[in-house]
């Protein structure tokens, strides 16, 4: 029995040796493992600075889409002023025709009324 202690023992701490060196992790790494793991490190800072980039840029474009929204805003309201001016102009413009119309008729119909007592 002291043969199946003994064995038991070792085959113990053989488990225990497999499962420390599993558990810490081999410290050697293949020089072309470690250089996929540089190359993928790389890129995936390349990947980091681009996206910052693009986010900066996204969020230029929205300033700028904020401040074009704004400005269309303030055009179209802009617009619906002149638009309501000029519809006034033409009504006050139409009211003076009108007047220089009935202006213009009145003289000519006396002129007419003036001009037929003395042509007899």
Request: charged share 30%.
């Given at each position: 029995m002291t043969i199946m202690q003994v064995?038991?023992?070792?085959g113990l701490a053989g488990l225990i040796?497999?499962?420390?060196l599993g558990i810490s992790g081999c410290d050697y790494w293949p020089p072309?493992?470690?250089?996929q793991i540089e190359q993928l490190k790389?890129?995936?800072?390349?990947?980091?600075?681009?996206?910052?980039?693009?986010?900066?840029?996204?969020?230029?474009?929205?300033n700028e889409k904020s401040a074009l929204?704004?400005?269309?805003?303030?055009?179209?309201?802009?617009?619906?002023?002149?638009t309501d001016q000029v519809a006034s102009l033409?009504?006050?413009?139409?009211?003076?025709?009108e007047?220089?119309?009935?202006?213009?008729?009145?003289p000519a119909a006396a002129k007419k009324k003036a001009a037929a007592p003395k042509k007899r």
């Open positions: 064995g038991r023992g070792a040796a497999m499962m420390t072309a493992l470690q250089a790389a890129d995936a800072q390349a990947a980091a600075a681009e996206k910052t980039k693009a986010d900066s840029h996204v969020a230029t474009l929205t929204v704004n400005k269309v805003e303030e055009l179209s309201r802009l617009v619906k002023t002149r033409e009504q006050s413009l139409a009211a003076e025709r007047k220089v119309t009935k202006l213009s008729a009145k």
